[in-house]
């Protein structure tokens, strides 16, 4: 099983201070078992400074990540914030790899061979991937996420995609040992007995709208119709008036045959009402509206700290909150990074990156793990 070292840095221009700052919080020499990898996560400043490049040149492990609009680590949060995590291990190996640049044409077939190189590098099948996803305008998430779930053969998929401060994500990047690219996806491979344990935390329950609706037409990521009428019609039967200024608003909480209710955003809406999703619409599926504000994101958020702290021998934990949560906070846009930290305090180290959708196993209803793709989530992977 991995422990995990944490460091930080709010140095972005001064390289040496930044490698200091990041050397001297982990101690290598004295803490660093046989195997390890790098996580880092950071404003796209920290990229165009060479800090992270330098960084990731100096440590003797590789490092994968992705830029972001906050992180956390303990003792430090913010945007302008380098954060890194190392997993390292005895007994569980860790390989990396990372894709060419992904277009509507190659995405699967570069993901399996991205997934295919980080696998030659290991002594056997990897028991957990993790993603680090680019946000693309011409792929959508869920797209990504098929192929991953696709190559992953039932191993749970853990990760998140990258974001930055632009309202296209134009400038977002992943990240491999220092390089950092604006359309390709990285990712890390774990051999051995990591054993992780995975929690979601969702809309409140006690704001979702329930109705008896269903799902009767639905193209690809396209969402036509709801109980025979066009999206939007169904919306004005609830009272609630949709529209591409205020679509994100709105959370869709979808429940197909798997029984596992999935929150997901809608990206657009089309002229004859329809709503463009960032995963395959299952038909004949049962929708839900989802209602998300301040008070049922920081509910849902103690409610998933508190099933999650309630696990023994935590050794890391990795958390992604979704960054339309960080949105629906408004002017406190730091508390549920607050709540997180203060909750978990010095129980164990950890690592907290705003992702712009999320990957996270949950429980089917045979039991079994069922690797998903989220939107307006908080994911937590534990070690």
Known sequence: MPKMLTAHTFEIDEIDIAISDILGQLQLESRLLKNAVGILSCDVEFIETGVVSAICERLPFEVAGATTLASAVPGASGQRILALSVLTSDDVTFSTAISKPLSPENSGQ??????????????????????????????????????????????????????????????????????????TLAMILMHGEVN?????????????????????????????????????????????????????????????????????????????????????????????????????????TRETMQRLLAEDNIKGILIHPCFIRNIMLGPDSDDEIKTVMDMVGDRAPYHLTHAGGEMCPMTGSDGCLVNCFHSYTLIACVF
């Open 110 to 183: 570069e993901i399996q061979n991205t997934y295919n190189d980080a696998l030659s590098k290991l002594p056997g099948k990897p028991s957990l991937i993790l993603s680090f996803a680019p946000v693309m305008l011409n792929i959508s998430g869920g797209g990504i996420f098929d192929h991953l779930n696709s190559i992953s053969e039932g191993i749970p998929v853990f990760g998140s995609f990258s974001l930055d401060h632009t309202l296209t994500f134009e400038e977002s990047m992943t990240i491999l040992n220092g390089e950092a690219t604006r359309d």
């Open 196 to 300: 992780p344990r995975f929690f979601v935390s969702g809309t409140a329950d006690g704001n979702i709208q329930r109705q008896p609706a269903i799902i009767t037409d639905s193209d690809g990521f396209m969402l036509k119709k709801v109980n025979g009428m066009p999206f939007t019609d169904y919306m004005d039967t609830l009272g609630l008036k949709v529209d591409n200024k205020n679509a994100m608003t709105f959370p869709l909480v979808i429940t197909d045959d798997s029984a596992i209710p999935l929150a997901y955003a809608i990206y657009s809406l089309t002229p004859e009402g329809y709503a463009l999703l960032g995963t395959r619409v299952p038909l004949n599926a049962t929708l839900s509206i989802g209602r998300l504000d301040y008070n049922a994101v920081l509910e849902k």
